[in-house]
C-alpha cells in the first residue's frame, strides 16, 4: 500500500504552430507526397502542361509550374490557412466532395515545414502575383519588404516552389533515405499521373539540367503514354476492359472502372500495380491481390502482370474516416467491387489475350496427328475459349486447308532432321517389335492383358472425384453394355480409324480413336496419383521436343510471337508445373529439362512415341492452368489423345501414299493393339458416355435383316 502512484501530469494544450507540424507530417510525408498533392492540385487546375524541377530529391528544392486558371489576387492572403479551399463552398458539399481530398490543407501543411512561395496570373490580370508564406501566413519575400504578395511578370498559371522541405522537423528529415531514393519516388508519382493523364504534357528535371528525366506530350491516348513510360514490352502486350455497377449514374452505389493489363505474353518479377480512385492515386492492397490472382495459371508462379485501374465511384461511398491522403483506402462494397473487375480482367484475358496463343493452337488442330480426333474434339467438347472457334473459322477457308496441307504430309515430320535425332533419343520399345496377331505368344499376351486388373487408385481430391462421378454419372447403359458385351469383328479402316462390332444380332461401325480416347482419358482418371511410368532412356530434352513438334507448324504471317518465343512459353509453363506432373501423372522431367518419363496407362499398349512432341506442345496451350479440376481434366484429355491409337498424321484421303517400312510396321503394332489391348480393355473399364452415339458409333445392320437379304438371293 505504501507505493506511490506517480501524480497525474497536467493536461496541457499544444501549441498550434506545433499542432500544424504534426498536422502536416500527416500529409506530407516526403517530397513525393507533396508533389502528388501539388500535382491534384494542377489538374484541378485544369493545366495541361505541368513543369517540375527538383533539386537534393526535392528537399532542397520542389518547384512545379502549370499552366492552369492561377489563383485570384485576393486569395493569396488566406491561400495556405488550413481549411481555405477554392473547392467546397457549402457545408452540404462537405459529404460528398471532401474525399476527393478537397479539404484545404496540403498548401497549409506544406508552409508549415518549408518555405512556400507562389508566383500565380490568372487570365484576368494584367500581371502575375508573388507570394511567400510561412507557418499559413503571408511573409515578405525579401527581408525589410511587407508581406504583401508583390506584381510581377509571370504567364497564366500558378508556379509554386517548396523549399528546404522539413528544415523545422529533423526527425522526419533524418527518416528520408537519400535524395537519389526520393528523386525516383517524384518519378514514379509524376510517372503514374502521366498515365492516368494522357492528355497532359509532364516535364520533370533536375534543377541546372538541361535534359528532362521524364516527358510526355500532351495528346496521347493511354496506351501510348504507358508505352512511353513503361516501354514497349509492356504497351504491345496491353489488353483493356471496362465494367461497371448495374446501378443509376446518380447512386451512391453507382461505379465504373477502366482497367489496362498485359496478356500472359508479359512477366515481370514485381506487380506493376496503378490504381487512382476518383483521379487521386491511392492503394488497395486488397484490390491488388485480387486482380494479381487472376493471373495464377495464366503466367508461370514467381511472374507478374502490369495493371493499371481507373476506379471512379461515388465519393460518398469512399470511407470517410480515411484520411483522403492516406494512400491505402476503403470504400463500400469494396469485395463485390474487386471481384466484378477481377473478372472483367479474367475474361478478356482468357478470350483475347489467349486468342493470340491460339494463333498456333488452331493450327496444331489441324497440323498434328489424326483427323478423326480432332475433328471430334470440335463437335463435342466445348472449347475453353470463346473466341478460339470464331477466330478459327474467321480466317479464310482455303488458308486453313492450305496451312494443314503443307504440313500434313507423314514426311513433313518424319524426314527432318530434327526428328531422326528424336528416333535416336527413343529407347526401342516401339509397339511395332510386336509381330503379327495370330502367334501363340500373342494370345498369351492378351490373356495377361485382360486380367491385369486396373485399380482405381485412393484420391481424396474433390477435382478428382468429381471428374470421376462424371464419368458414372454420363454413362449411357445401353452403349456401355453393348461395348462390354461385343465381339471384335475387325479393322474396317486404321487411317479413318474405323472397326466392326457385333453385339447379340447387330453389328456396329465404331470410331475406335473416339472410344480409345475415351478410354484413356478414364483410365488416366482411374489411375489419378498413381501411374506406371513409361521411362525414356536416355531421357530427352524438352526443348528439343517442343522445338519439334512448333517448328512443324506453320504460323500465321501475323503472330505477335515467333516460334523461339513460342517454344519459350511452352517449356516455362510445363518446367514451372514440373512437380505436379510428376506427382499426379508420373511425367517427370528433370530439373534441368529432360523428359525422364511418360505416364504409363495400360500395361502392354505403348503409345505412338512419335506424338511425344506434339503432346508435349500442346500442354501448353490446351491445357487450362488455371483451375485445379480444369486443369486435371484438360490435362488426362491431352494425355488421352496422345494415347489414342491412330496415324500422326492426318490421313489423306488424295491417294494412297508410299509407306516405308517402319510405317508398315508401326500400322500392324496398331492393329493388333487395337484388337488386343485397346478393345478387351474397353470391355472392362469404359463408362461409355452417350456423346459417343453421335458420331462414333452406327449400327450398320442387324443380323435378322441380312439374313432375309441373303435369303432373297
Ligand atoms: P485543396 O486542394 O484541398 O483545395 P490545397 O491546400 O491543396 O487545398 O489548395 C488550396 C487552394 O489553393 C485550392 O482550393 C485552390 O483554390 C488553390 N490552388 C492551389 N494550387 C493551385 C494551382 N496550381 N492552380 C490554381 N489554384 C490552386
Ligand atoms: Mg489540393
Not at 485 to 508: A, E, K, M, P
Request: contains cysteine; hydrophobic residues 35%.
Amino acid at each position: 500500500m505504501g507505493e506511490t502512484i506517480s501524480d497525474p501530469l497536467p493536461i496541457r494544450r499544444l501549441q498550434e504552430t506545433l499542432i500544424n507540424r504534426i498536422a502536416a507530417g500527416e500529409v506530407i510525408h516526403r517530397p513525393a507526397s507533396a508533389l502528388k498533392e501539388l500535382l491534384e492540385n494542377c489538374l484541378d487546375a485544369g493545366a495541361t502542361s505541368i513543369r517540375v524541377t527538383v533539386k537534393d530529391g526535392g528537399l532542397k528544392l520542389l518547384q512545379i509550374q502549370d499552366n492552369g486558371c492561377g489563383i485570384r489576387r485576393a486569395d493569396l492572403p488566406i491561400l495556405a490557412e488550413r481549411f481555405t479551399t477554392s473547392k467546397l463552398t457549402s457545408f452540404s458539399d462537405l459529404s460528398k466532395i471532401a474525399t476527393y481530398g478537397f479539404r484545404g490543407e496540403a498548401l497549409a501543411s506544406m508552409s508549415h515545414v518549408s518555405h512556400l512561395s507562389v508566383v500565380t496570373k490568372t487570365k484576368t490580370e494584367t500581371c502575375a502575383w508573388k507570394a511567400s508564406y510561412s507557418y499559413g501566413k503571408l511573409v515578405e519575400t525579401q527581408p525589410g519588404q511587407t508581406p504583401d504578395p508583390k506584381p510581377c511578370a509571370g504567364n497564366d498559371g500558378t508556379t509554386i516552389t517548396i523549399e528546404d522541405l522539413f528544415y523545422n522537423t529533423p526527425t522526419r528529415l533524418s527518416a528520408l533515405r537519400s535524395p537519389a531514393e526520393e528523386y525516383s519516388r517524384i518519378l514514379d508519382v509524376l510517372t503514374k499521373y502521366a498515365i492516368h493523364n494522357p492528355g497532359v504534357a509532364f516535364i520533370c528535371k533536375k534543377a541546372g539540367t538541361a535534359a528532362p528525366d521524364l516527358s510526355t506530350p500532351s495528346s496521347s491516348s493511354t496506351t501510348q503514354a504507358i508505352g512511353m513510360l513503361y516501354g514497349h514490352s509492356i504497351a504491345k502486350e496491353l489488353l483493356s476492359t471496362e465494367t461497371s455497377s448495374s446501378t443509376e449514374p446518380d447512386t451512391a452505389e453507382f461505379w465504373r472502372a477502366e482497367v489496362h493489363f498485359t496478356n500472359a505474353n508479359y512477366q515481370s518479377k514485381k506487380t506493376i500495380f496503378l490504381l487512382f480512385i476518383n483521379h487521386r492515386l491511392v492503394e488497395s492492397s486488397r484490390m491488388k491481390r485480387a486482380l494479381e490472382a487472376t493471373y495464377n495459371g495464366v503466367l508461370p508462379k514467381g511472374s507478374f502482370p502490369f495493371i493499371y485501374l481507373s476506379l471512379v465511384l461515388d465519393p460518398r461511398s469512399v470511407d470517410v474516416n480515411v484520411h483522403p491522403t492516406k494512400k491505402e483506402v476503403h470504400f463500400l462494397n469494396e469485395e463485390a467491387i474487386s471481384e466484378q473487375i477481377a473478372d472483367a480482367l479474367l475474361q478478356t484475358l482468357t478470350s483475347k489475350g489467349q486468342s493470340r496463343v491460339f494463333q498456333y493452337q488452331t493450327l496444331l488442330t489441324g497440323a498434328d496427328t489424326d483427323r478423326v480426333t480432332s475433328k471430334k474434339r470440335k463437335g463435342k467438347e466445348p472449347e475453353r475459349d470463346p473466341d478460339l472457334g470464331t477466330e478459327g473459322t474467321l480466317e479464310p477457308n482455303s488458308t486453313q486447308e492450305e496451312s494443314r496441307k503443307k504440313v500434313s504430309s507423314h514426311l513433313k515430320v518424319r524426314t527432318s532432321l530434327k526428328d531422326r535425332t528424336l528416333d535416336s533419343m527413343f529407347p526401342v520399345m516401339n509397339p511395332s517389335q510386336m509381330e503379327g496377331s495370330s502367334s501363340s505368344r500373342d494370345v498369351e499376351k492378351t490373356e495377361a492383358a485382360q486380367s491385369r486388373d486396373i485399380r482405381e487408385s485412393e484420391c481424396i481430391l474433390t477435382s478428382v472425384l468429381n471428374l470421376r462421378n462424371a464419368t458414372i454419372k454420363g454413362k449411357h447403359r445401353a452403349l456401355t453394355e453393348i461395348l462390354e458385351r461385343h465381339t471384335f469383328v475387325g479393322i474396317v479402316d486404321v487411317n479413318q480409324c474405323l472397326s466392326l462390332l457385333q453385339h447379340s444380332t447387330h453389328l456396329y461401325l465404331v470410331n475406335h480413336a473416339a472410344l480409345g480416347e475415351e478410354l484413356f482419358y478414364q483410365l488416366g482418371l482411374r489411375q489419378f496419383g498413381n501411374m506406371s511410368k513409361l521411362k525414356l532412356e536416355p531421357p530427352p530434352p524438352l526443348k528439343a521436343l517442343v522445338t519439334i513438334a512448333v517448328q512443324a507448324e506453320q504460323l500465321p504471317d501475323k503472330t505477335p510471337l515467333n516460334k523461339d518465343q513460342i517454344i519459350d512459353r511452352i517449356v516455362n509453363i510445363i518446367m514451372s508445373r514440373r512437380d505436379m506432373l510428376s506427382e499426379y501423372f508420373s511425367l517427370t522431367i528433370t530439373s534441368d529439362g529432360f523428359v525422364a518419363s511418360l505416364p504409363l496407362l495400360l500395361r502392354d499398349y505403348t503409345p505412338n512415341l512419335d506424338k511425344v512432341p506434339s503432346f508435349l506442345m500442346r500442354l501448353g496451350p490446351q491445357v487450362d492452368w488455371t483451375s485445379e479440376q480444369e486443369c486435371f481434366r484438360t490435362f488426362l484429355r491431352e494425355l488421352a489423345r496422345f494415347y489414342v491409337p491412330g496415324p500422326v498424321a492426318p490421313f489423306d484421303p488424295s491417294g494412297p501414299q508410299a509407306q516405308s517400312q517402319e510405317q508398315q510396321q508401326q500400322e500392324r503394332a496398331e492393329r493388333w493393339q487395337i484388337e488386343h489391348v485397346v478393345f478387351p480393355c474397353m470391355k472392362r473399364y469404359l463408362h461409355a458416355p452417350k456423346s459417343l452415339l453421335d458420331n462414333d458409333v452406327v449400327q450398320v445392320a442387324n443380323l435378322p435383316d441380312l439374313y432375309k437379304v441373303f435369303e432373297r438371293c
